[in-house]
């Protein structure tokens, strides 16, 4: 009885043995440059070429998404990119090569204040994301620098110069991963109505002139 019993068995368990685990895994993207909150596609395949093979598509050490092959052992998925980073895939023990996507970040740009000679003007903005970079606005041959909260908002005070046009640049100065971003805004000052006994840089100014 016992020997019947092995012999009836043993076929069930080799017929039942664990399906091919790949042995390689690849991950191809649409496009290396992404603008912020833009798509990008990934995808790739499992060798030897199986279906329903569990993939983990990571970016680090952060899965971004999960699924399973297909008949040819294809897999993919579009992702929306919030930063930038090195992507990857993991089946079972295999990992692909990273690859690395850039970001075009996001950058806005403004001036609030009186633009009135002698005033201060005041550049704000926001980037995103905020770890894009640091910000700085040129104006008039001087460099001023912003501060970047983690919210992207950023602020810089200038002075305001003499009469006429003013132009400022304000440039993204990018982090690792990120590309330069900037934004050129023209402004023209106004001298203030001035009187007699008035002072400041306005009259500092006129006296120059």
């Known amino acids: 009885m016992k020997r019947f019993l092995v012999l009836v068995a043993l076929p069930a368990l080799v017929s039942a043995g664990p399906a091919r685990a790949a042995d390689t895994v690849s991950l ?20 030897p070429r199986v279906p329903g093979e569990a993939v983990t598509i990571v970016q680090g050490s952060t899965p971004v998404w999960t699924g399973v092959t297909q008949v040819d052992g294809s897999f993919g998925t579009t992702v929306a990119v919030q930063r930038a980073g090195a992507y990857a895939a993991v089946a079972g023990v295999a990992r ?13 740009a403004g001036v609030r204040g009186a633009r009135v000679v002698g005033s201060e003007l005041q550049v704000s903005g926001r980037v995103l994301p905020h770890q894009a970079g640091g910000v700085v606005v040129h104006a008039a041959g001087r460099t001023y620098r912003a501060r970047v909260d983690r919210t992207g908002r950023f602020r810089a005070r200038l002075p305001a110069g003499g009469p006429g046009r003013l132009r400022l640049n304000v440039v993204l100065k990018p982090a690792k991963g990120y590309v330069r971003a900037s934004r050129r805004i023209v402004l023209r000052l106004k001298a203030p109505p001035l009187s007699y006994g008035a002072r400041g840089s306005a009259v500092n100014g006129l006296e120059r002139r």
């Open 28 to 47: 191809a993207a649409s496009a290396r440059l992404v603008p912020f909150h833009g798509q990008v596609t990934l995808a790739g395949v499992v060798t």
């Open 96 to 108: 692909s090569a990273s690859i690395g996507i850039r970001v075009r970040p996001v950058l806005r």
